[in-house]
């Protein structure tokens, strides 16, 4: 079964979201665990997840994404904003599991000049004094297009990544289609040479999602602009071979291309027609 849906606001509640998949005719869905400028996370009302789940059972979900906020930088420079970050990871790893068994995506970080290798030894640190072992999320590392001083725009520094956490069984990646591309790799013209990387680097098993995004730039260009399905650099073309290939067809696709809901809508009754 296709598993397809989009990013969508969570402010109405657990309930509303499903609701709100069902409508534009999504069976999966990705939210902010918390206002992306940063800040507390709301109250969770249990009787509402409980809903949520209930409702998914009922129309065949598949895993959905909790997204860090993007002003969560686990290896900034800053001790201040490393603490706030640490703290924020840990406390969503927490609520998470009022929804069991689902995953949660944040991006690795960006080091602000102190070098990837401390970047990544931070980051590292940070989900070893954050993760548990009771917990039952996995936790997804997501790939970047290399913006600044992003961590993870190589599938190496995702490896060594994975290779630092104890408790790595719990550890997955998400590919975002839009930031590989812009990090250089062409999987417009080159899929399987991407993926057969991804696999030998960090083993496909561990690929859990994907951000099914077309780019507003062109390849390596390291700028991070999503754009809508079939109008950007990635094309139509090549968004239709990842969806229907078989290394990645069962995974869950989350848009996140510049829409409104009912652009959601169109694109995932478009895509759900592309899938052979
Ligand atoms: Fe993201
Ligand atoms: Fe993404
Ligand atoms: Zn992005």
Redesign the pocket.
């Known amino acids: 079964m296709f598993k397809i849906g989009s990013h969508l606001s969570i402010s109405n509640g657990f309930e509303a979201i499903g609701k709100q998949a069902l409508e534009i005719g999504a069976n999966t869905f990705q939210f902010f665990t918390r206002n992306p400028r940063g800040g507390s996370a709301k109250k969770i009302e249990q009787s509402d997840v409980d809903a949520l789940i209930l409702l998914m059972k009922k129309h065949n979900f598949s895993q959905i994404i909790a997204h860090a906020p993007y002003t969560m930088n686990l290896c900034s420079s800053k001790p201040e904003t490393r603490e706030f970050a640490l703290n924020t990871l840990a406390d969503d790893l927490q609520r998470m599991e009022c929804l069991p068994g689902n995953l949660y995506n944040f991006h690795p970080g960006s080091h602000t000049g102190q070098g990837a290798e401390v970047g990544i030894s931070q980051i590292i640190n940070a989900l070893n004094a954050a993760m548990f072992k009771t917990m039952h999320t996995t936790v997804l590392l997501?790939t970047m297009a290399g913006k600044g001083s992003e961590i993870g725009s190589r599938f190496e520094e995702l490896r060594k990544i994975i290779d630092g956490v104890d408790l790595n069984d719990k550890i997955g990646v998400?590919l975002?289609t839009?930031?590989v591309f812009d990090a250089g790799y062409d999987i417009v013209n080159n899929l399987n040479g991407v993926l057969c990387e991804f696999d030998k680097i960090i083993g496909i098993k561990r690929l859990k999602a994907i951000?099914l995004?077309d780019s507003m730039n062109f390849l390596g260009c390291h700028k991070d602009r999503h754009q809508k399905i079939g109008q950007g650099a990635i094309g139509i073309n090549a968004l239709t071979r990842i969806i229907n290939d078989s290394r990645l067809k069962n995974l869950p696709f989350l848009l996140?291309t510049p829409n409104d809901i009912d652009g959601y809508a169109y694109e995932i009754k478009m895509l759900k027609s592309f899938v052979k």
């Open positions: 997501e998400c975002d839009c930031h951000h995004n996140e």
